[in-house]
């Protein structure tokens, strides 16, 4: 919506409610091209795979996991389109309702994580904060536009939740918010805790979560998106920077007032587009090649949002920061 | 041996997509959506588990290529000293079938090309049945599946392979379309290159001067734009953004497998609410 795309937003908003109708229990992470609920995964073992890369697999059994940032993400989507001048449908806010009553029940449980890891349910941080979205996004929906809902109710939860991640998922003596409670782990997905809007920028917690993901989270000036050799995630360690993630680390510098920071990293991240400016999902400094999945929808996304933010802020400059995302 | 991933570019028609290489193979088409079993899958394999291949004789032709400008239709330029050629390689907005089409255009002097079509339906698998049928055109079908190869080059089979060596000099040039049918469909006529060029470059410039971004990465931005669009499966009513490709792998020594998936994600959707 922000470059004008209003008819593509409309068309994915309205496939979105189609596809999570139904049960709220039942919504996924991912669904088929047409709102298809089975994403069985198999193997082709015929195929030797990419460089030799086996087993083949199509579909994806990440479908069936649980991950309570979909109820953030999905509550954002649907508020930001609204917000954009989308028409609702009573039908539309009916579905969100659902998901937070359902979400009210679910968010105290592990999930597997923005990353759809295979390595067991955690309490992550990322997680929770998306719940908090979840509930944020459906009680300004409810504020801006009238409906009625129990508001009581939800903003105490919505504390309740905030004071839960700040409680158990900081660490003091790192000085940094941590991949999940009780860890000591650092994860990207830390990132977007100021771009969706759950803490200031300049909060002391999250710029030494900044800070910590720059000193320690870091592959040639590329953000990593958590450390593959600690973090079990059912896959062998050692990964290549993850490029989404670096462009949200451009976005926090830029809400940090880091102008410089955030522009030179933003344009290394253009160069390491291939000829035709397409990029995958990581970058492997090592090798000085793309990794991942190519095209990767998520790191043109990224590209787009910090585009904007640069450019919003660059004509703000000095009178106040970026627009974040969930302030939009 | 494919390419690296970094060397490929895509193309497509809101509905599927194919993936390019610099040295015009099209190693990866999956048809007639995102979702359905590949009938190019060298990217994952060898070029006999299906490709299309359109390239100088000259193994050391050099390579140069780009989108049109605001399109998603590629162009790949080969030259030599002897010549030099233009492939413009696209896919049309969906009419009756969905149509491949790949038109080669003399720039200089001359140039010998070769074209080598290797279909295999079903992830690689399945060796389509080829005949030729009354108006020249070739139609390989297998199961559910059925395409249909209009080509200005005489082609001929060779070893599970269609293939065709052509000479283009400058002004000249030679369309290809490949169509895609149900194969219990009525086989239309094929449609015309060249206006399913000038159509599409329409459809994708109009697009594109839809986009309100003023700021100084128009470039960029607008890539990345026509790029989402490409991966976002969008027939009438439809709009479900996805990633093409999944490749996991921890680095490429260290391969982990790779999963080749359509589907809708949530995440990639963060700020296009």
Redesign the interface.
């Known amino acids: 919506m922000d470059a004008g795309y209003y008819e593509e937003a409309a068309a994915w908003r309205d496939w979105l409610l189609r596809a999570a109708a139904g049960s709220p229990s039942q919504v996924q992470i991912m669904y088929g091209l047409a709102g298809e609920h089975h994403l069985t995964e198999w193997q082709v073992p015929w195929l030797p795979g990419y460089e030799g890369s086996t087993p083949v697999r199509i579909g994806n059994a990440a479908h069936g996991q649980v991950q309570l940032d979909v109820f953030g993400e999905v509550m954002d989507a649907l508020y930001q389109a609204r917000r954009g001048g989308l028409r609702a449908s009573a039908e539309g806010w009916q579905l969100q309702r659902a998901l937070v009553d359902h979400l009210v029940s679910i968010w105290e449980q592990p999930d597997q994580g923005i990353w759809e890891v295979r390595g067991g349910p955690q309490h992550f941080t990322h997680s929770k904060v998306m719940a908090w979205v979840a509930l944020d996004r459906a009680i300004k929906g409810a504020e801006t536009f009238g409906l009625p809902v129990p508001l009581d109710e939800w903003r105490a939860l919505r504390e309740r939740v905030h004071a839960d991640v700040c409680r158990k998922a900081y660490n003091p003596d790192i000085g940094s918010f941590v991949q999940a409670y009780g860890s000591r782990q650092l994860d990207a997905s830390l990132l977007l805790i100021p771009l969706v809007g759950f803490l200031p920028a300049d909060d002391a917690r999250v710029r030494g979560t900044v800070e910590n993901i720059e000193r320690r989270l870091m592959a040639d000036g590329l953000v990593l998106r958590y450390d593959t050799a600690t973090t079990d995630d059912g896959l062998a360690p050692g990964e290549g920077a993850f490029l989404a993630c670096s462009f949200w680390l451009a976005d926090n510098l830029v809400l940090l007032g880091r102008h410089d920071d955030a522009r030179s990293l933003f344009e290394r991240l253009l160069a390491l587009r291939n000829d035709v400016g397409l990029l995958a999902e990581e970058y492997d400094p090592r090798l000085g090649r793309q990794v991942g999945n190519f095209p990767q929808a998520f790191s043109h996304v990224a590209l787009v949002d910090t585009a904007f933010n640069l450019g919003s802020a660059a004509a703000q400059k000095a009178a106040r920061p970026a627009v974040q995302r969930g302030r939009r | 041996m494919?390419a690296?991933?970094?060397?490929?570019?895509?193309i497509g028609d809101c509905e599927t997509a194919a993936l390019v290489s610099?040295s015009g193979s099209i190693d990866w088409l999956c048809w007639p959506?995102?979702?359905s079993a590949a009938c190019f899958?060298a990217?994952?394999?060898?070029p006999q588990?299906g490709r299309w291949k359109i390239a100088p004789a000259d193994p050391d032709a050099r390579v140069k290529?780009?989108?049109r400008e605001g399109t998603l239709i590629?162009e790949t330029e080969f030259s030599t000293a002897e010549g030099a050629v233009i492939l413009i390689d696209f896919m049309p907005p969906r009419g009756s079938a969905s149509d491949l089409v790949r038109i080669v255009v003399g720039k200089r002097g001359r140039m010998i090309l070769r074209t080598e079509v290797v279909l295999r339906f079903d992830?690689?698998?399945i060796v389509p049945w080829v005949s030729r049928l009354d108006d020249g055109r070739l139609r390989a079908i297998a199961g559910p599946d059925m395409v249909v190869l209009h080509s200005v080059v005489p082609l001929h089979g060779e070893d599970l392979t269609t293939a065709g060596e052509f000479t283009i000099a400058e002004g000249e040039t030679a369309a290809f379309v490949l169509a895609y049918l149900p194969s219990h469909h009525p086989i239309p006529d094929s449609i015309d290159a060249a206006t399913a060029l000038a159509e599409t470059e329409s459809f994708w410039r109009e697009w594109a001067g839809?986009?309100?971004?003023q700021?100084?990465?128009a470039?960029?931005?607008q890539?990345?734009?026509i790029?989402?669009?490409a991966?976002?499966?969008?027939p009438p009513?439809?709009?479900?953004?996805?990633?093409?490709?999944?490749?996991?792998?921890?680095?490429?020594d260290?391969?982990?497998?790779?999963?080749?998936?359509?589907?809708?994600?949530?995440?990639?959707?963060?700020?296009?609410?």
């Open positions: 494919p690296r991933i970094e060397d490929y570019a895509l610099r959506r995102f979702d899958a990217l994952l394999a060898t588990h290529r780009a989108y590629l992830y690689g698998s839809r986009c309100t971004y700021g100084e990465w470039e960029p931005v890539r990345s734009l790029t989402l669009k991966l976002t499966y969008h009513g439809v709009s479900s953004p996805l990633r093409l490709l999944r490749y996991r792998s921890r680095s490429v260290h391969g982990t497998g790779t999963t080749a998936s359509a589907g809708c994600a949530m995440q990639p959707l963060r700020s296009l609410p």
